[in-house]
């Protein structure tokens, strides 16, 4: 679960991390106040949304200006202006893909004087199961590009969970930074403080680009992004509630209602698997042939018929889904209810595409009948291989 940089920024701030005043606000009509209330002389004007890339992206609406989703003010009727050009519009960054997010929300902050930038982050690391930060010297900048052009000054290391944060960590830093004296104890202090917050709210990801020296020689959390692990959101409470759910596919937020796993990518043919390996292999297969898929979805080893259904409608209503194949292998789910299932959706929902569907396991006559019974224009399949090839024959046919 994602939540948006003054979000992360009030979250850190709990932990005594040092990050700019700042004001959010829904309306345009609200700038001015927020100007007013955090004196300038320099304000920034943060456009809010889940993606990167804000201050180098673009907004799709002539009226927005071009000058990036994150603006420097020098005067309180910039900030009016900048708000009213940016709030409702859609801003285009290399992470949102062409079809960009629309600003619901801004973020007015102080101002600051850099001196120096910097790259900091703490991930899990699924290798070592610890926590992991990385530095760099490089902040502001992109870390792939980074990593790919001059890895050498990409510096990371792991944290020991049975010791937490250590003394040795903080001086890392700062080596790797090139920080001493005060700098380097405001490195230490720092490192501890964010890992304190990480651990204690279940972060997936934590990044401050950048992270700056300001030139009366404070260290500062210019920008911060932070990321959840989804599946501890049921003991962070407080955390769930920053969910903004108009930054997320709706799709997506329909298949949790219902303990679906699913996730939405930019093919063409739309997948119902049962198991997230078979999904994998399922949607891998498809490439092979020649398309793409329009969805990773795992309905479960024990989905009900109603959850079938359920998966069904969220297919369909991708507008994108030029196909569907259902591939199911039925160990502890069983064919018969996977069949039900399809047809009480196909029956509510209609069909509009070619529809494949492969069953393999428990009860697989019996779920081969009832579709054959059904009269739906079903193309039967006899294994994956098979069902791949038929529905990207029935998809190109059909374009």
């Not at 001015?32 to 907004?59: D, N, T």
């Not at 698997?273 to 490439?287: E, H, P, Q, R």
Request: one cysteine or more; charged letters at 25%; a negative charge.
């Amino acid at each position: 679960m994602n939540i948006h940089e003054y979000q992360a920024k009030a979250v850190l701030k709990e932990f005594g991390v040092p990050v700019s005043r700042g004001i959010a606000i829904l309306n345009a009509a609200d700038a001015e106040a927020a100007a007013k209330e955090l004196g300038g002389p320099l304000w920034v004007v943060k456009s809010q949304i889940h993606a990167g890339g804000r201050g180098k992206g673009k907004f799709k609406e002539a009226a927005a200006g071009d000058k990036g989703g994150v603006r420097l003010a020098k005067s309180i009727d910039e900030v009016k202006l900048f708000a009213k050009q940016m709030l409702g519009n859609t801003l285009v960054t290399i992470q949102t893909g062409p079809a960009g997010k629309q600003v619901n929300r801004l973020y007015i902050e102080d101002g600051s004087d850099i001196e120096k930038e910097f790259y900091l982050s703490a991930l899990v690391d699924r290798v070592t199961s610890r926590v992991s930060f990385v530095v760099s010297t490089e902040g502001g900048m992109d870390i792939e590009t980074v990593a790919h052009d001059t890895p050498e000054l990409i510096h990371s290391f792991s944290v020991d969970p049975a010791t937490g944060i250590m003394p040795h960590h903080g001086r890392t830093v700062a080596k790797a930074l090139g920080l001493t004296g005060d700098l380097a104890k405001q490195a230490n202090k720092l490192i501890g403080q964010l890992y304190t917050a990480f651990v204690a709210k279940d972060m997936e990801m934590l990044e401050i680009n950048p992270l700056i020296i300001t030139k009366t020689g404070e260290l500062k959390c210019l920008d911060a992004k932070v990321s959840f692990d989804g599946n501890a959101m049921y003991r962070q409470p407080d955390m769930l509630a920053l969910r903004d759910e108009t930054e997320e596919d709706a799709k997506e937020i329909e298949a949790s209602k219902h303990d679906l796993n699913y996730i939405t990518l930019d093919g063409t043919i739309g997948c119902m698997v049962n198991g997230a390996g078979l999904a994998m292999a399922t949607m891998d297969i498809i490439k092979l042939y020649g398309e793409a898929p329009a969805n990773f979805l795992d309905v479960g080893g024990g989905a009900t018929k109603e959850k079938v259904t359920s998966a069904f409608k969220i297919i369909t209503a991708d507008e994108n889904v030029k196909g569907i194949l259902v591939n199911i292998f039925g160990g502890i789910m069983r064919c018969d209810v996977i069949a039900e299932g399809v047809i009480a959706a196909v029956k509510e929902v209609g069909l509009t595409v070619p529809l494949v569907v492969r069953l393999e396991g428990t009860n697989v006559e019996l779920g081969k009948k009832i579709i054959l019974e059904s009269g739906l224009n079903v193309i039967p399949a006899d294994d994956l291989d098979d069902a791949a090839q038929k529905i990207v024959k029935a998809v190109k046919e059909a374009a």
